[in-house]
């Protein structure tokens, strides 16, 4: 494990109506998050504010889905990094699998994000991970360091990053990863990260896991050694299954 607190991402896609937005945030509210675990909900860019006045701040933090690569100007239907910082967003979620497939988003551009996210001061959730067919056919390594790669190119200060390690096959797919596969993966990359970056950001990094995690299978996964938290998707949308997953850790 590492040396900061549990991680506990909630995703929420490009889920929400108003009033399933207020409901949510209002069993939040009503639940209790440990004091070593940091949780984090990730609404969709509408909501956000509304979530971010209304979730209790002294139990959850917020964060974006995604942002720009580049500051204010001429994008047109983009979100600037600047612009969450000022709207008091300190967290967006960068390189979700989702983005990189539907979106065409590259291990390249992920890592621009990446570093604009973190120079303009924002803390990034950095998502990495393989799908099946790279897993079955013997490259689930090499894809993990080449997305590692790029971020680590351009990136030095590691200290606002949570890596988020995302099997693309167990994503909304109700497939989790095993224990002992989450574990097997997160110490690579633990050791990638001592290999290539430093020891000391080795041992500080959080690595957390995502992908069908759920209330049943949280506690069993956060018992393994290298998994310092969870990125949650379905969910995630379920107040009192976020809050059991929130508590996942002893
Ligand atoms: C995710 O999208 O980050 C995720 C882990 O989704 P789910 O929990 O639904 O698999």
Not at 26 to 32: H, K, Q, T, V
Not at 222 to 240: I, M, N, Q, R, Y
Request: aromatic residues 8%; contains cysteine.
């Amino acid at each position: 494990g590492c040396d900061g607190k549990f991680f506990v991402g909630g995703n929420w896609k490009s889920n929400g109506t108003k009033s399933s937005v207020t409901k949510l945030v209002e069993e939040l509210n009503a639940g209790s998050v440990p004091s070593n675990t940091e949780v984090v909900c990730a609404p969709t860019f509408v909501h956000l504010p509304y979530v971010s006045e209304t979730l209790d701040a002294g139990k959850f933090q917020v964060s974006a889905q995604n942002c720009w690569v580049e500051g204010y100007g001429a994008y047109t239907g983009e979100i600037t990094a600047e612009a969450l910082g000022d709207m008091s967003v300190n967290w967006v979620i960068l390189g979700h699998s989702e983005r990189r497939a539907l979106n065409g988003e590259t291990n390249e551009f992920v890592a621009d994000k990446c570093k604009k996210a973190l120079d303009t001061g924002l803390s990034v959730i950095a998502c990495i991970g393989e799908t099946l067919e790279q897993r079955e056919s013997g490259k689930m390594f090499e894809v993990l360091d080449a997305q590692l790669a790029a971020i680590a190119g351009k990136i030095d200060d590691w200290s606002s990053v949570v890596v988020a390690y995302e099997p693309v096959w167990a994503i909304g797919t109700g497939v989790v990863a095993t224990p002992d596969q989450a574990q097997e993966v997160h110490a690579y990359l633990r050791k990638w990260f001592a290999d290539n970056v430093s020891p000391s950001v080795s041992k500080s990094l959080r690595v957390i896991y995502g992908g069908s995690v759920n209330a049943e299978n949280c506690s069993d996964l956060a018992t393994k050694e290298d998994v310092d938290g969870f990125l949650v998707g379905g969910a995630s949308l379920k107040g009192p299954d976020f809050l059991v997953i929130a508590n996942a850790f002893e």
